[in-house]
């Protein structure tokens, strides 16, 4: 059982650039999130998503867009990098009958923009 | 909207000392209570929770935590740490029926020989 798992783990950019992080859950869960990691801030949400098709805005959206074509998958792209965007991210998911209880987290992606 | 305060951003302590995490968090409504731990290089995983009943609820892996709704307080303890505790800590709040989860800032536990 995969559960929640997250491409790249890894990935370096230059200002400017854009990329796309991927998460996969194999759970069927209908809630999804994506949080910011940063050093004294705990986890910030970005984007979430309550069932495919859907998305909602976080506390800390501006810069990101976010898709959820398909119920298992859930993209974060950033279109054009800065160096503020440089953090941990990690995607979560929940069958939304308890959020908390029930959140499903995956191992994370290292971006770093120089 | 729901917050969260955790104290102190790192906690020192010798193997075998007790150890306390402290957690303040603001709500005007109902909230469900969370702590999450998070071993270096690993995503978060649930450690313990209060959804209602017993204030004080428990871990497998002997961490406890006290709902103190007065207080609105809910801090982590332990009563003799391991090395294998080492990690960083995030308290969590949801409103009741809520689609989002809240995270405070988080507490990073290092437990020294």
């Known amino acids: 059982n995969a559960g929640v798992t997250q491409t790249p783990k890894f990935r370096v950019l230059k200002t400017g650039q854009s990329m796309t992080l991927l998460c996969a859950q194999d759970?069927?869960?209908?809630?999804m999130y994506w949080y910011r990691q940063d050093p004294g801030m705990g986890l910030r949400l970005i984007h979430y998503?309550?069932?495919?098709?859907?998305?909602a805005k976080g506390e800390v959206p501006d810069g990101y867009n976010v898709s959820r074509l398909k119920k298992q998958n859930f993209l974060l792209g950033l279109e054009s990098a800065a160096p503020s965007q440089t953090s941990v991210y990690f995607c979560?998911?929940?069958?939304?009958?308890?959020?908390?209880?029930?959140?499903?987290f995956g191992s994370g992606t290292q971006l770093s923009v120089l | 909207a729901q917050s969260v305060t955790q104290l102190d951003s790192q906690v020192p302590v010798f193997e075998e000392a007790p150890v306390e995490l402290r957690c303040n968090y603001s709500?005007?409504?109902?909230?469900?209570l969370f702590w999450y731990v998070q071993y270096p290089n690993q995503g978060l995983q649930l450690l313990l929770k209060?959804?209602?009943?017993?204030?004080l609820v428990e871990s497998i892996n002997g961490f406890e935590a006290e709902f103190n709704k007065s207080q609105t307080s809910f801090h982590l303890r332990k009563p003799s740490v391991h090395i294998s505790d080492t990690a960083e800590y995030f308290c969590?709040?949801?409103?009741?029926?809520?689609?989002?989860?809240?995270f405070g800032q988080g507490t990073r536990l290092t437990i020294n020989p």
């Open positions: 209060y959804l209602s009943g017993s204030t």
């Open positions: 969590a709040v949801s409103k009741k029926g809520a689609q989002k989860l809240v």
């Open positions: 709500s005007s409504v109902s909230v469900y």
């Open positions: 979560a998911s929940s069958d939304g009958t308890l959020i908390g209880e029930k959140l499903f």
């Open positions: 998503s309550v069932g495919e098709g859907t998305t």
């Open positions: 759970m069927n869960h209908e809630y």
